[in-house]
């Protein structure tokens, strides 16, 4: 059982694209073969929070949200450079509470501007 092609599979599924039923199905499967797969050759080994996340929660999440775009590195990164870029902007208030209040503020605003696709 090689669990590159299931890893592979889930990779190309985790586009930032709305996910059809077919393909909803296709991420469960490769999910469960990629976990069987996991258990064979590992068992005795410990999970980490993303591997976790990986096999307890990304089909839900998929499910529920059509898309796993937001689960995905990519969107980690281009969120976090996004901050940098925000706490370069608000680096002139010397309260750190302060600075950090208006960089989620900022980011709520632009994520509330990105679901209205407005
Ligand atoms: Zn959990």
Redesign the pocket.
Known sequence: MYTGNHVEKIMSLSRNVLLDDVQLRELEKARNELAASLKLVAPEESITQKL??LL??MVDMAKDQKTLGVLSEQGIECTHSYFNKLERRFSTFNSKPDRYWYIIRELLCTNMINDLEV
């Open positions: 976790h996340t307890f929660h």
